[in-house]
C-alpha cells in the first residue's frame, strides 16, 4: 500500500508561479509513470503532465505546453509540477497520480483512468 500527499498549491496573482510537489510513502511502493491532473470547479478531471519512470520522456496538456514543467527524483519518491505564467483558467484542484503498472522506461500515461494511487488534491487559485 501506498499514498501520495501534494503540497505547494494556493492563491497567486496571474503571470506568477507556483510549485507543487507529490511526495509517494510507503513500504516498496515505487510508482512507475506518473502524472498531474486538475479539476476546475463544474468540469472533469483533466491532465496536465505526465513523466516517466526513466524520466526521459515527458508529456504536457496543449494548454500547459511551454508554462508548466513535470520533473521527479526517484531517490526521494517525489514529482514536481512547476507552473509559470499562470492564468486564471488554470485555477482547478491538483491532482497527483502513480501509474503502478511497468511497460517499459519511457512510458508515460495522459489517462487517467489507468492511474492507481492518487492524492488528495492541493488547490490553485490564480486571480486575474
Known amino acids: 500500500q501506498g499514498r501520495l500527499d501534494e503540497s505547494g498549491g494556493g492563491l497567486v496573482q496571474a503571470g506568477g508561479s507556483l510549485r507543487l510537489s507529490c511526495a509517494a510513502s510507503?513500504?516498496?511502493?515505487?510508482?512507475?509513470?506518473m502524472g498531474w491532473f486538475r479539476q476546475a470547479p463544474g468540469k472533469e478531471r483533466e491532465f496536465a503532465a505526465a513523466?516517466?519512470?526513466?524520466?526521459?520522456?515527458?508529456e504536457y496538456a496543449d494548454s500547459v505546453k511551454g508554462r508548466f514543467t513535470i520533473s521527479r527524483d526517484r531517490a526521494k519518491n517525489m514529482v514536481f509540477l512547476q507552473m509559470n505564467s499562470l492564468k486564471p483558467e488554470d485555477t482547478a484542484v491538483y491532482y497527483c497520480?502513480?501509474?503502478?503498472?511497468?511497460?517499459?522506461?519511457?512510458?508515460?500515461?495522459?489517462?487517467?483512468?489507468?492511474?492507481?494511487?492518487w492524492g488528495q488534491g492541493t488547490q490553485v487559485t490564480v486571480s486575474s
Open positions: 497520480a502513480a501509474d503502478m503498472d511497468y511497460y517499459y522506461s519511457n512510458y508515460v500515461n495522459r489517462d487517467a483512468r489507468d492511474y492507481d494511487y
Open positions: 510507503g513500504r516498496t511502493f515505487t510508482p512507475y509513470a
Open positions: 513523466i516517466s519512470y526513466s524520466e526521459r520522456r515527458t
